[in-house]
């Protein structure tokens, strides 16, 4: 049976109140995970108790896989 590992990361915000999603940035770091085995499995958008919302992607990678050493490659460092 695989085993699977997650990860949760928030999308980057931008604009002086960090209330608008960065699409850039965002994509370029989901990109960057991509490349590292990760797979991007549901998005959600969070409304904390103050009011403001943070989108939440949740990604996951299959364990037991070979991959570089390297998850920083690309800036990314678990």
Do not use: C, Q
Request: aromatic letters at 10%; zero cysteines.
């Amino acid at each position: 049976m695989k085993k699977f590992e997650y990860k949760i990361v928030t999308g980057t915000t931008k604009g002086m109140a960090k209330m608008n999603l960065d699409l850039e940035a965002t994509e370029a770091v989901l990109t960057g995970l991509g490349l590292v085995g990760w797979e991007l499995v549901n998005t959600y958008l969070y409304t904390k108790s103050s009011g403001l919302s943070e989108h939440l992607f949740v990604l996951k990678r299959e364990l037991g896989v070979d991959r570089p050493e390297e998850d920083s490659a690309f800036g990314f460092v678990e």
